[in-house]
């Protein structure tokens, strides 16, 4: 504004800019505000979809406890359903497959479990989820299955990456071949296994010896192995 105007001339400039102006601040006042509000809004949400699903999950448990599972199976959809954005889901999922499982229904757990292995946000619930559900295929027959469902796995495919399950992926499909009797490939997951187990390594080892001694070529191998894994 120049300094050498008169009032009314300033008061006339201001004028013109308001006019040629107020619409677009006033535009961008409001989606400032809206997203301000609308930010506030989503956390409070968020919050209480939080805080419900948390209830849901405590009176899951509490089914669970009171031998009520067709009640806990009831929460565990309910959370499913309207409350998939919160960690409760994975939490969830498992409790009601291990309820199918204990019913007998094993098809229908492999499918919750493979549900939450999908819609879990943690990325560790996700690979129990499936390794149990892995599991329990393995105990129907369907080893071979397992065994293309764990190299997929390993492949990466789907965006699916066994990151630190790697070690117990390799001791399931070690399962599977050993179930089929392929005792080669059985020895070769465990031994795989136990170069990535992130659990306890003597299961595993005891697996393997259950296998029998080795061919000389797999025997050099395995004592490199134990040597390496007695040095660390």
Same mark, same amino acid.
């Given at each position: 504004?120049?300094?050498?105007?008169?009032?009314?001339?300033?008061?006339?400039?201001?004028?013109?800019?308001?006019?040629?102006?107020?619409?677009?601040?006033?535009?961008?006042?409001?989606?400032? /505000?809206?997203?301000?509000?609308?930010?506030? #809004?989503?956390?409070?949400?968020?919050?209480?979809?939080?805080?419900?699903?948390?209830?849901?999950?405590?009176?899951?448990?509490?089914?669970?406890?009171?031998?009520?599972?067709?009640?806990?199976?009831?929460?565990?959809?309910?959370?499913?359903?309207?409350?998939?954005?919160?960690?409760?889901?994975?939490?969830?999922?498992?409790?009601?497959?291990?309820?199918?499982?204990?019913?007998?229904?094993?098809?229908?757990?492999?499918? #919750?479990?493979?549900?939450?292995?999908?819609?879990? *946000?943690?990325?560790?619930?996700?690979?129990?989820?499936? /390794?149990?559900?892995?599991?329990?295929?393995?105990? *129907?027959?369907?080893?071979?299955?397992?065994?293309?469902?764990?190299?997929?796995?390993?492949?990466?495919?789907?965006?699916?990456? &066994?990151?630190?399950?790697?070690?117990?992926?390799?001791?399931?499909?070690?399962?599977?071949?050993?179930?089929?009797?392929?005792?080669?490939?059985?020895?070769?997951?465990?031994?795989?296994?136990?170069?990535?187990?992130?659990? *306890?390594?003597?299961?595993?080892?005891?697996?393997?010896? *259950?296998?029998?001694? &080795? &061919?000389? #070529?797999?025997?050099?191998?395995?004592?490199? /192995?134990?040597?390496?894994?007695?040095?660390?």
């Amino acid at each position: 504004m120049d300094v050498n105007q008169t009032e009314e001339e300033q008061v006339e400039s201001l004028k013109k800019w308001w006019a040629e102006n107020s619409r677009s601040i006033i535009f961008g006042v409001g989606i400032g /505000l809206f997203a301000i509000f609308g930010w506030q #809004s989503w956390k409070n949400h968020t919050r209480t979809q939080a805080i419900e699903a948390s209830d849901l999950y405590q009176q899951m448990v509490t089914a669970v406890k009171n031998n009520n599972p067709e009640a806990a199976v009831e929460f565990s959809n309910e959370i499913t359903k309207t409350y998939g954005d919160t960690p409760y889901v994975g939490l969830a999922g498992l409790q009601k497959a291990k309820i199918q499982l204990q019913q007998g229904q094993r098809k229908e757990a492999v499918a #919750s479990l493979m549900l939450t292995s999908e819609q879990a *946000d943690n990325n560790s619930i996700q690979h129990v989820a499936r /390794l149990r559900a892995f599991r329990i295929r393995i105990g *129907d027959g369907e080893m071979k299955e397992v065994i293309q469902d764990i190299d997929d796995v390993m492949a990466e495919k789907n965006g699916v990456n &066994p990151g630190e399950f790697i070690g117990q992926y390799e001791a399931l499909r070690g399962d599977a071949y050993r179930l089929l009797g392929d005792i080669t490939k059985a020895r070769n997951s465990y031994i795989a296994a136990m170069r990535n187990a992130t659990l *306890d390594k003597r299961i595993i080892q005891l697996k393997l010896d *259950d296998l029998g001694p &080795p &061919p000389k #070529s797999d025997a050099v191998k395995a004592g490199a /192995l134990k040597v390496k894994e007695t040095a660390k």
